[in-house]
């Protein structure tokens, strides 16, 4: 799928309004502070993706909160760590040791809050912004393969995906994530034809 500049700039400010918000509500929560960016966003099919993010991500196994959406338009929405990664994020949120029995108990408890608050301020944003009803599902978590998380639904290869790579720098650590929005078959057409209902307002 192409876009135009204009419309890639719209999206891109949207999701960075959401992840905005959710670095305020996070460092709120949280002693260790956070701070979020979104160096690009990327739009495509499940097969423009699969191979890029097995990379980026490493190993089969990944970490991630999911979260359904539906209304004005439908999909998944998930906030994606590689393994690693997500221990070491909650092991510096929570101040556990890394290795310790508890750790992954305590890793699921805090990915879940962190994708909740991430996923509903981007969701929330696009929501908003472009005036469209929005119903969520209860996130949850689970660890899956790359090519199970973006190949949903009965028409997996016509769905759109949007991927944001996130950036978490906590204490001089970086964290990398992805942002994905996989949108339904027809959902995507209406998401731009909100946006543009709204650039030309």
Do not use: H, W
């Amino acid at each position: 799928m192409n876009l135009t500049p204009d419309q890639i700039d719209a999206i891109q400010e949207i999701v960075n309004i959401g992840v905005g918000r959710a670095a305020s509500v996070l460092n709120e929560m949280l002693e260790a502070p956070i701070r979020l960016q979104v160096p690009y966003i990327k739009i495509g099919s499940p097969l423009d993706f699969q191979s890029e993010m097995e990379t980026r991500l490493g190993g089969e196994q990944v970490a991630a909160v999911r979260q359904d959406f539906s209304g004005s338009f439908s999909g998944l929405a998930e906030l994606v760590f590689p393994t690693d990664s997500a221990s070491i994020l909650a092991a510096v949120l929570t101040g556990e040791e890394l290795g310790t029995p508890d750790l992954d108990a305590v890793r699921i408890g805090t990915l879940s809050e962190i994708g909740n608050i991430l996923i509903n301020s981007v969701i929330g944003s696009i929501s908003n912004v472009l005036n469209q009803r929005l119903d969520y599902a209860i996130p949850s978590y689970i660890e899956d393969t790359v090519e199970n998380l973006i190949n949903v639904g009965d028409n997996q290869q016509e769905n759109t995906i949007l991927l944001a790579q996130t950036q978490f720098f906590i204490e001089q650590l970086q964290i990398r994530g992805d942002i994905i929005l996989v949108f339904e078959v027809g959902s995507f057409d209406v998401l731009l034809d909100a946006i543009a209902m709204l650039t030309t307002v």
